[in-house]
């Protein structure tokens, strides 16, 4: 059986993925985001020592484990993820047509990433940036919880095209959540039992062994979506929202570009990147 959060796989110098021991994609899980005093600093000190505490167990990245919990808090069985298997044209082209989010798999463990990540915020709070009023965004202080909240972001910005319920346990978590901040939303999470259960449940069906809530493991989703014609990089441990500029030809194919020039190119030397796509599952 696969390792826990082994990569099975190396990115070639031109991103082109090859095949591993046991094939590629890597099935790895997240690791545990939620440090509160990390950007995720809500004011009450009540609330900060909470959050600690909270933990959940990993998301594996799996299209069928990611799919299982967005069908189970809502999301049609006509959508699905799929696994995205390199980013040269030939093998994104692989992918469905239409896919409304890119979700990536990283190692943001590493120097390199921590580097970049504090001069990414440094820059955009210099110079600011455009942020669509419909985006949805939370932040995460829910331990482990990255993928869970990847495929939130995923569902809640394309809810409408989806045909998300209202009275799905997502439905109902994101009526209730209107009008608060990102940070609320993030607290909101961690009492969302319908999603905790789901997110467990989906979680113990993986190629990986299900880890304990509270294991220390070493890589991060994050997801992009489309939102009024540009591309937007959602990641709860982020203190806003990423605009990376217009979609150019298809949302797949602008994620691609973009994680090959903030992520691979940043970080050539890591085993760690794995893409899945959601789609029309016909």
Known sequence: SRPFGSPGAQASIDFQFATGPLGWPPRGREREMANVEDECTPC?????????????????????????????VGMPSSWAFTDIFGLDEELLAMVPPGAVAVTLLFDSSRDVMRKWKAEQKAAI?????????????????VGNACGTIATIHSLANNAESLGLSADSPLGKFLAAADGKTPDDIGI?????????????????????????????????????????????????????????????GSLLFTAAKVIKKNFMEKDPDSMHFNMMALVKDD
């Not at 009540?46 to 594996?60: G, T, Y």
């Open 44 to 72: 009450d000190a009540s609330i900060r020592e909470r959050m600690k505490n909270v933990h959940w167990v990993p998301l594996e990245s799996n299209p069928e484990m990611l799919t299982d919990f967005a069908q189970q």
């Open 125 to 141: 709070q210099a110079s600011g940036q455009k942020i669509s009023p419909s985006l949805k965004h939370l932040r995460q202080y």
């Open 188 to 248: 909101m999470l961690a009492d969302a039992k319908d999603l905790h259960t789901a997110s467990e449940a989906s979680a113990q069906g993986g190629q990986t062994a299900a880890p304990e809530a509270d294991a220390d493991v070493n890589n991060h989703f994050i997801v992009f979506v489309e939102k009024d014609g540009d591309i937007y990089e959602l990641d709860g441990t982020k203190a806003f929202p990423i605009n990376h500029g217009a979609v150019e």
